[in-house]
């Protein structure tokens, strides 16, 4: 979220909470690749200035939607854990073996 008289300080306090990944995160990262994917099809340089505005401009609208967020988990915590441990343990374990001091 944006701090500051212009959003100059942005994510002081990035949190993961209730929609925040679908309604606010997700789209900032799509306008990134959106810019991202414009200047290389145009062999052109990151419009970087544009894409600040974009954000902006996003984030401003974002913070006046009225948007209501689940209070209470949704769904079996303990499942989604057990099921992201099942499926993304093998990949960490290869990536970091026992032992590695990284």
């Excluded at 990262?29 to 200035?49: R, S």
Aim: proline share 5%; aromatic share 18%; hydrophobic share 40%.
């Amino acid at each position: 979220t944006q701090w500051g008289f212009h959003g100059e300080i942005n994510d002081y306090a990035s949190k993961t909470w209730a929609g925040l990944v679908d309604t606010y995160y997700k789209p900032r990262w799509q306008l990134f690749f959106k810019y991202t994917k414009g200047a290389v099809a145009i062999k052109k340089p990151f419009d970087e200035a544009g894409y600040f505005n974009a954000v902006y401009a996003f984030e401003q609208a974002w913070q006046k939607d009225k948007l209501h967020f689940a209070t209470t988990p949704l769904g079996n915590t303990v499942t989604t854990v057990q099921h992201m441990f099942a499926k993304y343990n093998p990949v960490i374990s290869k990536a970091l073996p026992m032992g590695s001091s990284s």
